[in-house]
């Protein structure tokens, strides 16, 4: 096995783990056909994954420092089925939440996105809401990170939310709305457009001033 076996909870069947040795990171599985894939080359991952249904799917490709606890459903009685949790490549998370308790929905995380220390990634309400007719409306789908986006401390991304690519999601802020245009810094609570036409990098204004002056 690529894993040490006491970080490893498999109980079900016809689960497919692969994921390399990692002492800071956990793994259980409750149900069946369910598949997770981490990057072999990760080295520094830590935090969990919980998963309870089956037939749900779960990709880590490579990164760095990634702190990450990852519930799909939340105990025996509150399964999921055929949900999808996809984070490419050269992510940065200093700690983030994330957690899928819908059936057949959906985070993605796109390329070398920066995420900061205590963020809640939600794709679901938890408890249902009806109309007066008695049709659910809070039914969680997707949630759906660009490339290249920085999210700051403390902010907290609800369900079928879309943030595009090369955006900045400012501190402490609620993102609950689909966003659709690249390059802007996204504020408040609940979040909205506060400047457009930006761009980011991971130095730090000091590192950038350095560089441009040499």
Partial sequence: MLFRQKMIYNNGKNNNIKSPKLKKFKISVNGNNNTILIDPD???LKGNIAIFGDYNTIQIKKGYQINLSIDFGCNN???IYHSNLDISENLYC???HIFL???NSSVKIGSDCMLSDNIQIYCSDGHSILDQKGQLI???KQIDI???VWIGMDVKIGK???IPNHCIIGWNSVVTKEFNQDHCIIAGNPAKVVKENISWLRESPSQLLKRKHL
């Fill in 42 to 44: 990760i080295t520094q």
């Fill in 77 to 79: 009685q509150k399964c």
């Fill in 94 to 96: 200093g700690s983030a």
């Fill in 101 to 103: 308790g819908d059936s």
């Fill in 138 to 140: 809070n039914q969680g």
């Fill in 146 to 148: 660009g490339n290249h």
């Fill in 160 to 162: 079928n939310v879309k």
